[in-house]
């Protein structure tokens, strides 16, 4: 069996996720949205030792998920103040 590669996320690669984890977002039904909400909040929450599996990279993503530039699309601002408000801070 071969071993899995896993490349390097660069902040770019994590924010173009971001994105379009955001236009997807916006096509669920609420049950769905929730469900992606907690996920991303658990992701963010989630103590380093917890997420380690995930590799080294995973941290960007709170730094991420707050880029103004994501912020700026009408389409991120619902999923990022629903993620937030489960996490209880801003990004």
């Not at 992606?36 to 103590?47: E, G, H, K």
Request: aromatic fraction near 8%.
């Amino acid at each position: 069996m071969n071993a899995l590669s896993v490349q390097p996320t660069s902040h770019g690669d994590m924010v173009a996720f971001l994105d379009k984890l955001a236009k997807f977002h916006e096509t669920l039904p609420p049950g769905e949205k929730a469900i992606l909400d907690q996920m991303t909040a658990a992701a963010l929450n989630a103590p380093q030792g917890d997420v380690q599996g995930f590799g080294s990279n995973l941290p960007t993503l709170g730094g991420a998920f707050g880029n103004q530039q994501l912020l700026a699309k009408p389409y991120y601002k619902p999923y990022y103040n629903s993620v937030t408000s489960l996490i209880g801070r801003q990004l």
